[in-house]
């Protein structure tokens, strides 16, 4: 499953990858199906999608104007990794090298491939061995910003 939400600025765009991966046999659930999202605000978008992507264990994928502000509240939220991606490259990289579980695009951009882009996102896996280190660290970074204690940096 892949959980899928937009601010008002990304309807079409979220609507548009629904049916490309619905299309494709793949279940996706949108979490942001509200009747009116004229007034919404990306960090109240941004939780609803990382508390489902956790709840389900799965990734996700969230889009606003930019990408921008919602990956921003994105990383807010523990253990979550959100990556705005702007080519394949970036896509696949982000889940080969940083297990990113939160594709973030943009609505208003000009993105030209953007089904690439979520197809290098869903279909690259992590990587692990020395990667792994550096997203424990991440991890433990995170960590130790919630519990108030300065980072263990081993530089
Ligand atoms: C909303 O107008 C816009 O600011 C938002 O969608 C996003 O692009 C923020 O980064």
């Known amino acids: 499953m892949i959980v899928i939400g937009s601010d008002h600025t990304g309807i079409e765009l979220k609507k548009k990858i629904i049916?490309?991966?619905t299309n494709k046999g793949?279940?996706?659930k949108d979490v942001t199906d509200f009747e009116d999202q004229?007034?919404?605000?990306?960090?109240?978008?941004a939780y609803i999608i990382c508390k489902n992507v956790k709840k389900e264990n799965c990734l996700g994928i969230a889009i606003c104007g930019?990408?921008?502000?919602?990956?921003?509240a994105c990383n807010k939220v523990n253990g979550i990794r959100a990556a705005v991606c702007t080519d394949e490259y970036m896509a696949k990289m982000t889940r080969q090298d940083n297990d990113a579980n939160v594709l973030c695009l943009g609505g208003r951009t000009n993105?030209?491939?953007?089904?690439?882009?979520?197809?290098?996102?869903?279909n690259t896996k992590f990587a692990g061995q020395r990667h792994k280190r550096r997203v424990d660290k991440i991890t433990e970074l995170e960590k130790s910003q919630k519990e108030?204690?300065?980072?263990?940096?081993s530089l």
């Open 19 to 21: 049916s490309y991966l």
């Open 26 to 28: 793949i279940e996706v």
């Open 38 to 45: 004229s007034g919404d605000d990306y960090p109240d978008i």
């Open 66 to 72: 930019t990408g921008i502000g919602i990956s921003i």
């Open 111 to 122: 993105i030209t491939n953007v089904f690439g882009v979520v197809d290098e996102f869903l």
């Open 148 to 153: 108030g204690v300065e980072y263990g940096n």
